[in-house]
């Protein structure tokens, strides 16, 4: 096996992404533009997606590091207009699409117009939430949208599975798809909470991080491949698992947290970077084939197709935004009222991925009876140019529309006092258990010592407060900003100390790695109170 070709692709992805942290444009869009120009480069391996690959490799350990970061109270809390997305939307436009593709590109059947409808419905978890991120939307749109893009995948699976039996001649009916879309959702889901409290049990009593990590680098990859089996949907499966697990991360121990957080940003930023890289390398392979529907007529099936499904999106948004909340008196009272600012922007993120393209390779070459399957080429070039175009369109064109909105901006004297609040509360408590600990003569401890602990606690306590204050007129640090800096400045000191007895053969490597890493926690830490 030739690796060399995964290998720069891994280098080639991570140092464009790197790149893009020092531009305006998001790092999926710059992926993309370098992979469609890198794909026409002489020598340059042949990247096609395979299907077999994506869905049961990539897609699970994507989805899992998106919803263990999710907010699951959040999530439930607007669980309503989730479901309306990351559900009724996507069946709206597999409909809507399809029926609009079947209209538009001559020859393309009903069925397969259908499949390709499936197909793009899906907007993408990482584009969604990476675009996310790097604008700062309000943190109700951005719940919203990082649910439906983490639930989306299995009504859009789905949805093409039905489609698919149909178009290969294996007779459908609309009683079957309503069942099979009913074990997906309920099976992925019963799968999910299955599994979700053993793994956690688990996690909680494995006492070495190495191989509590190591066991979460497998959750993702083991809840989807389980419900797979059971052919229920992997990708609920594997939301529920780590929606769970991130609530109740508090419980495992504080190494493994810490490891856990530095893999897994690892593993999403190589993911990412090379999904979105893989995009734009499809080229040559789409462009394959497409006979008649070559030239000018396949750029007009190509942008009337992604303007239906861009104005499909807002056809659906702005009356699930509005209409329930008219229609109910129990919506209006619990909800928050949406705004056409929120709808607008909500409409416009709706940017397709990978998973599309994905789908789109895993359509067989032929139907039953052996005859080819009818138009795949238009229907991946099809889903080819809706994702590049709506990453490019919405993705570049997202960030200035939502500064044109004008959004409020978030209070950060507001969260700041609620920090504040809630660590003097915690602090309290502490300071509570210490004093009746340190009254037990099991607990004793010389008076330096205990002072040092209660030096801790109120050190902490003070150090959001201090955040509030006045700043330093020469530097404009807070005091906490000054105590922090000069905290890592002491600690470079010893470390370049450490390191100099080590050279000068005082201590060996293997003291001098404890000794590091007694500092590196230390300044993480410091780091941590600086965020």
């Known amino acids: 096996m030739d690796v060399m070709p995964l290998l720069l692709l891994v280098a080639g992805s991570a140092v464009v992404a790197a790149a893009a942290r020092r531009t305006p444009v998001p790092a999926p869009l710059l992926l993309v533009a370098v992979g469609l120009v890198v794909s026409y480069v002489p020598g340059v391996p042949d990247y096609t997606l395979d299907p077999e690959v994506v869905l049961p490799l990539l897609l699970p350990p994507l989805l899992y590091t998106s919803a263990i970061d999710s907010s699951y109270l959040d999530l439930r809390a607007q669980v309503r207009p989730v479901a309306l997305l990351s559900v009724g939307y996507v069946l709206f436009a597999t409909f809507v699409v399809g029926w609009a593709a079947y209209e538009i590109v001559p020859g393309l059947p009903l069925t397969a117009a259908l499949v390709l409808g499936a197909v793009v419905a899906p907007p993408d978890a990482v584009a969604a939430t990476a675009v996310a991120r790097r604008v700062g939307l309000p943190s109700r749109i951005t719940t919203i949208l990082q649910g439906e893009s983490l639930l989306n995948d299995a009504t859009a699976i789905t949805a093409y599975k039905v489609a698919l039996a149909a178009a290969v001649g294996e007779g459908a009916t609309w ?45 993702p990859f083991v809840a989807y491949a389980v419900a797979e089996q059971v052919h229920a949907s992997g990708v609920l499966a594997v939301v529920v698992v780590a929606l769970y697990l991130g609530h109740r991360a508090w419980e495992v121990d504080f190494a493994t947290r810490l490891q856990e957080e530095a893999v897994w940003k690892m593993v999403a930023f190589v993911l990412e970077s090379a999904v979105f890289a893989l995009i734009g390398l499809q080229l040559p392979v789409v462009l394959k084939g497409l006979g008649e529907y070559e030239g000018i007529d396949a750029a007009w099936y190509a942008i009337a197709v992604f303007a239906v499904v861009v104005a499909t999106r807002f056809v659906w948004v702005f009356p699930a935004a509005f209409l329930p909340r008219m229609l109910s008196r129990r919506i209006r009272e619990r909800e928050e009222n949406p705004t056409w600012k929120g709808a607008m922007t909500t409409g416009w993120a709706g940017m397709r991925g990978v998973v599309s393209l994905a789908i789109a390779f895993s359509i067989p070459l032929t139907v039953h009876g052996g005859d080819p399957f009818p138009q795949r080429n238009i229907i991946l070039f099809l889903t ?51 004093e009746a600990l340190l009254e037990d003569e099991r607990n004793a401890l010389p008076p330096p010592l205990a002072d040092r602990l209660r030096e801790v606690l109120e050190r902490r306590r003070n150090a959001v407060w201090e ?23 002491m600690i470079s000191a010893e470390r370049s100390m450490f390191v100099r007895l080590r050279d000068g053969r005082y201590i060996d490597d293997e003291m001098l790695r404890t000794l590091l890493r007694r500092l590196d926690l230390e300044e993480a830490a410091a780091y941590r109170e600086a965020a």
């Open 175 to 219: 009683a079957g798809g309503i069942g099979e879309f009913l074990l997906a959702a309920v099976g992925g889901v019963g799968v999910g909470l299955l599994m979700m409290v053993p793994i956690h049990w688990l996690r909680t009593h494995l006492k070495e991080a190495l191989l509590q990590n190591t066991l979460s680098l497998l959750i």
């Open 384 to 434: 080819f140019t809706t994702v590049i175009g709506t990453l490019v369109v919405q993705g570049l064109s997202l960030p200035p529309i939502i500064r044109l909105l004008n959004f409020p901006g978030r209070d950060a004297q507001a969260e700041t006092l609620a920090e504040a609040n809630a660590q003097a509360q915690a602090s309290r408590v502490a300071e509570k258990r210490l």
């Open 467 to 489: 955040r509030l204050g006045a700043t330093n007129p020469v530097t404009g640090e807070t005091v906490d900003d000054t105590y922090r800096r000069l905290s890592r400045e």
